[in-house]
């Protein structure tokens, strides 16, 4: 089969080290890019349903143990509540030493805000990867194009000439670097923001469970919510009981 020669095949077969080394970079960006799209896809759907078990299942348990077992393993909210298991834990073991210098209050609060904080800077990881692909690929394919073009001239230049089909080849093939940079771009652009607004929202029902907790630490009882007011204004869940 004849290969076209204003194809793909015809760039990499015709072009040089700088040509072959900018669309090698560019198939690096795409598949850099489409592995962190797709894995945290995937992750924000794991942490969507741990979501939902925090502000349903966990409420609807009787004691704290029973409570964290329905959030499962290995996601922040999980993490936050056992943050705050083990700072109510320690503060109870230790009210000689802890009482007169902070209160449980501020113990609990110090606690859970340092597992939010970790949970926000993990599900940050790979984010600037996004940011990067898409902001430098379109760049880099037109210095494909540039170099591309460049190395056409030069050639036309040296033969004399100068008609359609001799100038059509090289600058079609150069003009794909900068149809390349923006097919790496385009969806690293949107796989960003997308994925800004899931974290936005994931972080927000953090601070929301965080903030029920602490309530239920210190003062036995959730934070005002529609099913707290569903259940006359108390949570199932027993902080004295659980502890």
Request: avoid cysteine; glycine fraction near 12%; hydrophobic fraction near 45%.
């Amino acid at each position: 089969m004849e290969v076209s020669p204003y194809g793909l095949e015809s760039l990499w077969a015709q072009g040089d080290f700088v040509t072959k080394g900018v669309a090698v970079l560019l198939l690096a960006m795409s598949v850099a890019s489409w592995y962190v799209i797709v894995t945290k896809a995937i992750q924000l759907l794991r942490l969507s349903k741990a979501s939902d078990a925090a502000g349903h299942q966990f409420w609807d348990t009787t004691s704290l143990p029973e409570g964290v077992a329905t959030l499962g393993t290995d996601n922040p909210f999980a993490d936050v509540a056992k943050a705050g298991v083990t700072a109510m834990s320690h503060h109870t073991a230790h009210k000689g030493h802890l009482h007169d210098q902070l209160s449980v209050s501020d113990w609990v609060t110090l606690s859970l805000r340092q597992a939010i904080d970790e949970a926000s800077g993990k599900l940050q990881t790979g984010m600037a990867v996004l940011a990067s692909v898409g902001s430098t690929a379109p760049f880099v394919g037109l210095f494909g194009t540039v170099w591309g073009i460049y190395h056409a001239l030069v050639s036309i230049g040296t033969t004399g000439q100068a008609s359609i089909d001799k100038v059509a080849g090289p600058v079609g093939e150069a003009l794909i670097m900068t149809a390349l940079g923006l097919a790496v771009a385009i969806p690293a652009t949107f796989g960003y923001n997308a994925l800004v607004r899931g974290n936005k929202t994931i972080i927000a029902k953090l601070n929301k469970f965080g903030f029920d907790l602490h309530a239920l630490f210190v003062t036995g009882a959730r934070t005002a919510s529609e099913e707290s007011e569903k259940n006359g204004g108390k949570a199932k869940l027993s902080a004295v009981g659980g502890a």
